[in-house]
């Protein structure tokens, strides 16, 4: 079965047919640096990597690039307001330089504790300026750009297919004056920035010479100008999150294709939202779960890794307490059934189940019903050498990191005392204070094993 995604652009599901096989060209919008990403923001991710872990799967050699903004991304989505960057640099009374460089290793440090592979190229915005410049001025050049007071701004209504990525729902948006903007020199509603200016009378910290003036780039050029730099003027694949389709995308492909006067790429990828509380999680909100507060709450991030992958990245995902604890169980069940098997040969003789994994990742990377496939596995009666093969070959794609055997030398020196007060108390007969120390250690992240060699400590 050949790989069929769902395409935005053209709301259908097509057979991947890259230009260049095997190689495949993908480009993933990456984070804003001037705060951490919450676990809203990684449902994207993990989706990401789910998508180049089946693309490996399927024979396919993905060459994905990232990229870093770090300039540009306004607080409005409509060009308005200040710099993201800039903000994050007054709240924390430090350089944007500092706060980019900051909470760029955090999201690295995240995306390793999540175990997504890393992109082959990560490009940051502030490196590319002198790309960005030159996209702008081809499209100065092919007539799409005008001069306001502010800035350069790119003429949607010269794009006859302007909006072909949007819904009738985004359309609708538009019609009511979903994104009214202040600027009054804007000829249409959808025309965005290009290049902004350096507000007058002050000194921004991050701020470049241009043929137009001192200033900085937009937020949507930086994407086509590195995507481009990098894999060309056409894409076998675009991703990210489904809040990207009626602006940054769309403005995407508008200046692209202006420029190029080719299709920008040829499949568009978008994961919906992750709830919580019935309302999509945002930073602008103030109440976001960032990946620390997993730990804090004695969940690993892989636990809700595996709680991504129990939804199609299509569908909105519910997320609680509660149903994070279940997934904790579930992975917790197939690690220990991984762990289980480590003695055993790996054998052939899962031919059905490895079929029906990789088909169901072939549906649009149905990662539930591959999921389903796995558990099937366990519980049928394959030898326990097949059994490990196949799980194998799961944990290939979805990374659970379910074979790593924890010794005790990876569980912190605390959580070792703890172990030890607690085998101090069960020997004494006293399984109230056990109890009570075998929960503490469970709220720093820790289960308890009882063996025949003494009780020890794994990662939940």
Sequence with gaps: MGLRLYNSLTRTKEELRPMSQPWVSLYTCGPTVYNYQHVGNYRTYVFE????????????????????????HLTSQGDEGEDKMEVGAAREGKTAWDVAKFYTEAFLDDCKALHLLPADVLCKATDHIPEQIALVQKLEAKGFVYKTSDGLYFDT??????????????????????????????????????????????????????????????????CSAMAMRFLGETLDIHCGGIDHVPVHHTNEIAQSEGATGKPFAKIWMHAEFLLMNNAKMAKSSGGFVKLS?????????????????????????DFTWESLEGSKTARRRLKDTAQALTGETPKPGCAEFSKKFKDALADDLNAPSALAVVWDALKSDLPGGAKKTFLQEAEAVFALDLFTVETASDVPPNVLDLVGQRSQAKAKKDFAEADRIRKQIEDLGYLVKDGKDGAKAVKK
């Design 293 to 317: 507060d997993l730990k804090d709450k004695g969940f690993s991030p892989l636990d809700y890794k595996y709680h991504c992958l129990t939804a199609h990245y299509r569908k909105q995902l």
């Design 157 to 222: 209504a010269k794009l006859p297919d302007y909006g072909k990525l949007m819904s009738k729902e985004h359309l609708e948006g538009l019609k009511s004056g979903a994104r009214v903007e202040a600027n009054p020199e804007k000829r249409h509603l959808t025309d965005f920035a290009l290049w902004k200016f350096s507000p007058k009378g002050s000194t921004r910290q991050m701020e470049w010479d241009s043929p137009w003036g001192k200033g900085f780039p937009g937020w949507h050029i930086e």
């Design 49 to 72: 990597d789910v998508l180049v872990r089946s693309l490996k799967l399927h024979g396919y050699s993905p060459n994905r690039v990232m990229n870093i903004t770090d300039v540009g």
